[in-house]
């Protein structure tokens, strides 16, 4: 069980050594909780989301949040870490990046994605990502890796802000237009 402080809310949360971070919350997801703020307005994607600790915290302030994993372990453990924090307003859904998750709309998509392995994973993300914004919606990423992820995000949204935070970079991209930003128009 990991007990911990994030954004004023106290957390339980429960984890299994075969998920990434099994012992404490990661530094990277801490960093980009650091610069994240949640409204009862807004409709969250954790995209990634492990253990659920960014969408129990985004759920906590009052927003609508969906959450979704690839693994089935990290799908069940975010199910309990939803009951044992009591938020309701969270759907835990079981998904290959965007493959299987039908909901769009979102104000903010978080995502601490598997950097350490081929960009596929974080492409896929990224693109897809950009569809299931609404207008002025935030892409919300970190990595430690900077120049691929700068130069995506910025081709695909046209620009991104960049926080450097223990370590990590937490990449913020907004989305101004219904196209990507590199692609022609006629």
């Known amino acids: 069980m990991i007990s911990t402080t994030i ?6 949360l429960n984890s299994d050594p075969r998920l990434f971070s099994p012992l404490s ?3 990277g997801t801490l960093a980009l909780l650091s610069v994240i703020s949640f409204t009862p307005e807004d409709k969250v994607l954790d ?13 906590k302030h009052g927003a609508q949040v969906v959450m979704s994993d690839v693994d089935p ?27 299987q998750l039908t909901d769009a709309g979102f104000t903010i998509i978080a995502s601490n994605p598997p ?7 974080a492409k896929h993300f990224i693109e897809k990502g950009f569809n299931r914004l609404v207008m ?24 991104v802000s960049m ?3 223990d370590g990590y970079t937490v990449f913020v991209a907004t989305k101004r ?10």
């Open 73 to 99: 372990l990290a799908v069940e453990i975010a199910q309990q870490n939803v009951a044992l924090n009591h938020v309701e307003v969270i759907s835990v859904v079981q998904s290959e990046g965007f493959r």
């Open 163 to 165: 926080h450097s935070i």
């Open 136 to 159: 002025g919606g935030r892409f919300v990423m970190v990595t430690k890796r900077v120049d691929w992820y700068k130069q995506k995000l910025t081709a695909i949204f046209g620009g």
């Open 115 to 121: 950097y350490h392995t081929d960009f596929s994973v």
């Open 25 to 27: 919350i990661d530094r």
């Open 47 to 59: 995209l990634g989301c492990g253990i659920g600790v960014v969408g129990i915290v985004a759920a």
């Open 7 to 12: 954004k004023g809310y106290d957390l339980q």
């Open 177 to 186: 237009r219904t196209h990507y930003a590199n692609k022609p128009q006629p």
